[in-house]
């Protein structure tokens, strides 16, 4: 039998099936054929309908609540694995849980080690992933783990906009380091923004270190859940003197009143991946695709090439 190394396969859980298939067609290839089959109490079987069986397979899908986005990932880790796949990589545009990164105070989980550990026990061999809330969940894994970044999608664009006296700036201390690493690549200033919240998803008070006066100011996140934070920073800036103010966020979580703060805000524009899927359109918001950046990176994987360019902040 000739030497050859088999094709890698593409499948998708059921939220993800959009951009799977975007990933699938950069890739080169179709999506593989999965049957989901779900009991009348919701509880769900996939199925492949394919034979897998010492290959290497890559399973597309973000893990943001509900749960059944994990569990459907689970699900098809193990059935994989059962059916003797070679190599099982769990791809996670976004990994959902990711806030829950340590103890912030007594007798909580840490749900982002519980993931982790959930997706090895299922099969996983290897993760690739996008823009982690915190960096150190690679830390959790015993498998390899491709930590991409979505600033590579995102600064050409950032440049094609050609603003001038552009100033990035972070929506929390949390984000000091990203916002760092974006002012580097387009040298250009950085503020910083200081909240303290009253509750989860709650801003009580936000304070400005920086000045923005006469600034175009792009705010960088890693994501967006309900726009609180976004939104009060934009009318922040804007009273400080701002031109405009833009928002990066690669994962567009967008839950509760998120899209009706981002249309009555001063957020010029939100500009976000599709590593989530929009519940619903909106003009201010514009999605650049991360499809292309994850097909490259799966084809250097399967072929045993560096990806390390796509680790570049």
């Not at 007798?107 to 090895?120: C, D, S, T």
């Not at 503020?191 to 989860?200: E, G, H, L, N, P």
């Not at 000045?211 to 934009?234: E, H, I, R, S």
Request: hydrophobic fraction near 40%.
């Amino acid at each position: 039998m000739p030497n050859t190394k088999p094709e890698a396969k593409i499948f998708s859980i059921t939220q993800s099936k959009t951009l799977a298939e975007k990933i699938a067609t950069a890739y080169g290839t179709e999506l593989g054929k999965v049957i989901t089959s779900t009991y009348s109490d919701g509880e769900f079987q996939p199925s492949y309908e394919e034979s897998i069986r010492g290959t290497r397979i890559f399973i597309i899908g973000s893990t943001n609540p509900s749960s059944e986005n994990l569990m459907e990932m689970l699900l098809m880790i193990d059935a994989a694995k059962r059916a003797s796949a070679r190599h099982i990589t769990a791809v996670l545009p976004y990994f959902g849980w990711a806030r829950q990164d340590r103890k912030d105070k007594p007798r909580v989980p840490i749900a982002a080690k519980l993931v982790a550990k959930m997706l090895e026990a299922a099969g996983a061999t290897r993760i690739i992933t996008m823009d982690l809330h915190a960096d150190q969940i690679q830390g959790f894994f015993e498998k390899p783990v491709d930590h991409l970044f979505a600033s590579t999608i995102f600064l050409p664009y950032l440049k094609e906009l050609n603003l001038e006296n552009l100033t990035i700036a972070s929506p929390d201390m949390g984000g000091s380091k990203r916002a760092y690493a974006y002012s580097k690549a387009l040298e250009s200033d950085v503020v910083i923004c200081y909240k303290q919240r009253a509750k989860a998803n709650v801003i009580s008070h936000m304070e400005l270190i920086g000045d923005v006066t006469g600034k175009n100011v792009v705010l960088v996140d890693d994501m967006v859940d309900t726009a609180g934070t976004l939104t009060k920073a934009a009318d922040v800036m804007m009273e400080r003197g701002a031109l405009s103010v833009r928002a990066i966020c690669t994962h567009p979580i967008l839950s509760g009143n998120a899209y009706e703060r981002i249309e009555n805000s001063k957020l010029e524009e939100l500009i976000v991946t599709d590593s989530i899927p929009l519940k619903q359109e909106s003009k201010k918001i514009k999605v650049l695709s991360c499809a292309d950046l994850f097909a490259e990176v799966m084809q250097n994987v399967h072929f045993n090439k560096s990806i390390s360019s796509k680790f570049l902040m």
